[in-house]
């Protein structure tokens, strides 16, 4: 169903992106390239200058020269290559995913460079009569500052309730959800599509997700899915099973809102106590590109359905760029697969009906999109909203929570506040995990509508999201 069809059963709906930034790069002649050995790493392909597209095209910055290009059905390879050397075209990478082929797709996408900048190469392969559509290789940013520990001292406010000790009637009643035992369940999985989680982390370590299918450090693809001895989950921007370390701060602080270990007298507690992350890293220290993206989601699709596994959702804690049906091909993978796609609303004070912002203002109904709420009921400052593209709020303003430290040569576990949608969305997908946990079996719908149909009306959101509320997990 399309999104903006199941809107009116429950109010409205929502989705919301973040700063927007583009990206292009590399090419070779036509290649299919596997999973696990595409092209050089985004980090490489980037050059120090980006292009900038005029505000009424895409919001936000592109690396020249790249393109994500996808023939028309029945295209073989000669008039593909014709095509290639015709528009002087590389093929960095072709983008053919196990879930796109477990999808009935056979014709997958090519990530291509050309000597042409963007607009001009994008206006060129228009005139091709075999491309279906080309579309720039978006970069994507995650939105968050740093302003300084956590749950019995008051601070870690998203998680109370107006019933609850401590007490803030605008947090999201988490702590009353834990009074009534119900703590979550390791049987759920989340995904985190950000940067890498810091696995070690002394309030993440048991909760961090491992591939029971994969053999660790073998250096063989034992699970059949393309990627060699991804135990904790994949680096899609190195290309490789490196998830973990310092640098991984924004990944590992949305995780600790989701799910930090509760109860242990340690640090934060996560919405859900109990429960498993699979880390997809795709954000790097220049953001993250669509085809790498792409790649992260599918990923997520294919695990569950490769081995059956219990994934709820993926937390989408970025945004950026202008449209990309390739990415809107994968997030609908997602929702076929019965996983809800929760995406933060961005940080630019807009209302994104009127200028839309991605990938949460995409219309595929697995979304749902978070505003960001204050500690005293308002909206935050920064937080986008949106009546008709914007779900719901959420905790997002001082919110404390898990990250890696450099001590010496040593890393080690810390704790810090940031602020940004890209922490309320942590909290929503923390109250899908909670939910499934006590309502086993519950399908991605169903989940959604209980979240969407028990938020608490606020005054500062009324008119701003599609349920004029804010989470409330407190029956969860």
């Given at each position: 169903?399309?999104?903006?069809?199941?809107?009116?059963?429950?109010?409205?709906?929502?989705?919301?992106?973040?700063?927007?930034?583009?990206?292009?790069?590399?090419?070779?002649?036509?290649?299919?390239?596997?999973?696990?050995?595409?092209?050089?790493?985004?980090?490489?392909?980037?050059?120090?200058?980006?292009?900038?597209?005029?505000?009424?095209?895409?919001?936000?910055?592109?690396?020249?020269?790249?393109?994500?290009?996808?023939?028309?059905?029945?295209?073989?390879?000669?008039?593909?290559?014709?095509?290639?050397?015709?528009?002087?075209?590389?093929?960095?990478?072709?983008?053919?995913?196990?879930?796109?082929?477990?999808?009935?797709?056979?014709?997958?996408?090519?990530?291509?460079?050309?000597?042409?900048?963007?607009?001009?190469?994008?206006?060129?392969?228009?005139?091709?009569?075999?491309?279906?559509?080309?579309?720039?290789?978006?970069?994507?940013?995650?939105?968050?500052?740093?302003?300084?520990?956590?749950?019995?001292?008051?601070?870690?406010?998203?998680?109370?309730?107006?019933?609850?000790?401590?007490?803030?009637?605008?947090?999201?009643?988490?702590?009353?959800?834990?009074?009534?035992?119900?703590?979550?369940?390791?049987?759920?999985?989340?995904?985190?599509?950000?940067?890498?989680?810091?696995?070690?982390?002394?309030?993440?370590?048991?909760?961090?997700?491992?591939?029971?299918?994969?053999?660790?450090?073998?250096?063989?693809?034992?699970?059949?899915?393309?990627?060699?001895?991804?135990?904790?989950?994949?680096?899609?921007?190195?290309?490789?099973?490196?998830?973990?370390?310092?640098?991984?701060?924004?990944?590992?602080?949305?995780?600790?809102?989701?799910g930090a270990v509760g109860g242990n007298n340690k640090g934060v507690a996560g919405v859900c106590?109990?429960?498993?992350?699979?880390?997809?890293?795709?954000?790097?220290?220049?953001?993250?590109?669509?085809?790498?993206?792409?790649?992260?989601?599918?990923?997520?699709?294919?695990?569950?359905?490769?081995?059956?596994?219990?994934?709820?959702?993926?937390?989408?804690?970025?945004?950026?760029?202008?449209?990309?049906?390739?990415?809107?091909?994968?997030?609908?993978?997602?929702?076929?697969?019965?996983?809800?796609?929760?995406?933060?609303?961005?940080?630019?004070?807009?209302?994104?009906?009127?200028?839309?912002?991605?990938?949460?203002?995409?219309?595929?109904?697995?979304?749902?999109?978070?505003?960001?709420?204050?500690?005293?009921?308002?909206?935050?400052?920064?937080?986008?909203?949106?009546?008709?593209?914007?779900?719901?709020?959420?905790?997002?303003?001082?919110?404390?929570?898990?990250?890696?430290?450099?001590?010496?040569?040593?890393?080690?576990?810390?704790?810090?506040?940031?602020?940004?949608?890209?922490?309320?969305?942590?909290?929503?997908?923390?109250?899908?995990?909670?939910?499934?946990?006590?309502?086993?079996?519950?399908?991605a719908a169903a989940i959604k509508t209980a979240i969407l149909s028990s938020a608490t009306a606020?005054?500062?959101?009324?008119?701003?999201?599609?349920?004029?509320?804010?989470?409330?997990?407190?029956?969860?």
């Open positions: 169903m399309e999104r903006r069809k199941l809107m009116n059963s429950i109010g409205g709906f929502a989705a919301v992106a973040f700063g927007a930034a583009l990206l292009f790069s590399g090419c070779r002649k036509e290649q299919a390239v596997s999973q696990t050995d595409g092209g050089a790493s985004l980090e490489k392909r980037l050059s120090e200058e980006t292009v900038s597209f005029p505000a009424n095209t895409a919001r936000g910055e592109a690396v020249p020269n790249e393109l994500i290009v996808r023939f028309k059905p029945g295209v073989g390879e000669d008039r593909r290559q014709r095509a290639f050397e015709h528009m002087n075209a590389e093929v960095v990478e072709k983008l053919h995913t196990q879930a796109m082929k477990d999808f009935g797709d056979e014709r997958g996408y090519f990530l291509v460079r050309m000597p042409a900048d963007v607009p001009q190469a994008m206006n060129r392969w228009r005139d091709e009569e075999d491309i279906e559509y080309a579309e720039p290789n978006y970069l994507y940013s995650y939105s968050a500052t740093s302003n300084d520990p956590y749950f019995t001292d008051g601070q870690l406010w998203g998680m109370y309730g107006s019933s609850t000790s401590p007490s803030n009637q605008y947090g999201t009643g988490s702590a009353a959800a834990w009074a009534n035992n119900h703590t979550g369940s390791n049987s759920v999985i989340i995904a985190v599509i950000d940067e890498g989680i810091y696995n070690e982390h002394e309030d993440l370590n048991a909760n961090c997700w491992v591939n029971p299918y994969e053999i660790p450090n073998n250096k063989k693809d034992d699970d059949g899915n393309g990627y060699v001895d991804d135990v904790y989950g994949w680096n899609f921007d190195r290309n490789n099973n490196k998830t973990s370390g310092s640098a991984e701060t924004h990944g590992s602080h949305v995780a600790g809102t989701i106590w109990n429960i498993k992350m699979i880390s997809c890293k795709f954000l790097g220290r220049r953001g993250g590109s669509t085809a790498n993206a792409i790649k992260a989601v599918d990923y997520v699709t294919d695990m569950k359905t490769r081995h059956n596994l219990n994934i709820v959702a993926t937390n989408n804690s970025w945004g950026g760029g202008g449209f990309s049906q390739s990415l809107k091909d994968a997030i609908d993978r997602a929702e076929a697969a019965d996983i809800l796609f929760i995406a933060a609303a961005g940080n630019d004070s807009r209302n994104n009906d009127a200028s839309a912002s991605y990938p949460s203002n995409y219309t595929s109904s697995n979304i749902i999109a978070v505003a960001s709420i204050t500690s005293s009921g308002g909206l935050s400052s920064f937080s986008n909203y949106g009546l008709t593209t914007v779900d719901i709020g959420a905790p997002g303003s001082g919110i404390y929570s898990t990250v890696p430290k450099k001590q010496g040569k040593s890393v080690v576990s810390s704790y810090a506040s940031y602020n940004g949608t890209s922490m309320a969305t942590p909290h929503v997908t923390g109250a899908a995990a909670l939910y499934a946990a006590s309502h086993p079996g519950s399908s606020t005054s500062s959101l009324s008119g701003k999201c599609a349920t004029g509320g804010r989470l409330n997990t407190s029956g969860f």
